[in-house]
């Protein structure tokens, strides 16, 4: 969860720092009083309370030299915590303020969306930093863990699926999820969670983001319950020139880098697919209560098991659940050959939802399919996973 700090004399300028945080990113902001200005990072890490302190915006209204005197021994002490500071900028000033270790510059003037952007693109950079101070022989560090969204057809609510469970892990892992629109046609997560990316995935897979976790990760969109996004291409023709192993390349960069990476794949099995499952360790299959869809998956995983390209992890959603399908549950699991693990109900809250672009674990909405996407989620929490089961498995039935 993103935590801000600032330091100014000017309210004004406070409040539109709130502001812009309160937007579209978590946490809270704190301000320090800038007379006395503060003679070190301790003095204001010793009043911080709640999250860990991401990002320090200092000025206006604060002398420039115990501003860029502060940014130095943050540099110094605390890499992990980026700097911005507000003031007029010059090439002087730009030159000084680099060598500083000052993340961005920010003008005293700038409006509540520009100030959003550069806190974002702050936090995503102090996020970094975190990581890569990791040691590279810790035990405890680790690619992250992939959860491909799966469907042999479309129109079974996959992209509902995957932009709640990236949602709900977020809860689980704040600021450490990232959701990928591999629908690389007709993508639609961006839409669904009302985002307006400035980047697609197009831009991912080419130039310096191909090579350059740091770059790739500036291409992410920031969405207000926590988590990162990479949005699908906006023309579907962008699609042509995307292979299986440039999705393959972004999914381990990403893997580095968060904790959960989780992908809205295309519907059936076409090459964007193949290499996300070559990446997965964890499929999400989706199916709805139909024959149709149900003889899809089917026929999938049988092919899927013959090439050995089955991830470890599997989860089968049984989604659009009614009792008036003439289908039971246990006619699904008899058909499919495995069990069921979670079961979505049909609702009037998930179109309402998705017309919105408010997924149900965002907006704590109170029905059985909220429960059954909670049920999803906790399927990936260690905590959870931790505590002993009575029971492997347990016959649903749709009231």
Partial sequence: MSRFNVITTVPEFERRVRSAASGTLTGTVQSIPSVPFPVGPEEILDRQTGEPLEVIVVGPGVPLDKAIKLASVFDLMY???SVLLVHETTEALALQAMRSGVRDLLSPDADIDTIRVMLERASLASASRRRGLT???DPERQQGRVIA????????????????LAIGLAKLAPMSVVLVDFD????????GLQLSPEHTLSDAVNGAAANDSMVLKAYLTVHPSGIYVLAAPVSPTESEHI????VARVLAQLASEFVFVVVDSSPGLGEHVIATLEQATDAVWVC????????????????????????????VVLNFADRFSGLRVQDVEDTLGIPVDVVLPRSRNIPLS????????????????????RKLVSRFDPKALAQPQKKVHRRVVIS
């Fill in 79 to 81: 890499p992990e915590i």
């Fill in 149 to 164: 969204v799966m469907s042999p057809k479309g129109g079974v609510g996959k992209t509902t699926v995957s932009t709640n």
């Fill in 288 to 315: 709805g209560m139909d024959i149709p869809s149900i003889k899809g998956l089917r026929a999938a995983l049988g092919v899927l098991h013959e090439i050995n390209l089955v991830p470890p992890g599997r989860h």
């Fill in 354 to 373: 998705t017309n919105r672009g408010v997924p149900l674990l965002q907006d704590n909405v109170r029905d059985a399919a909220t429960k059954g996407l």
């Fill in 184 to 191: 690389v046609q007709f993508g639609d997560v961006a839409s």
């Fill in 135 to 137: 040691p590279a022989h």
């Fill in 243 to 246: 292979s299986g192993e440039q």
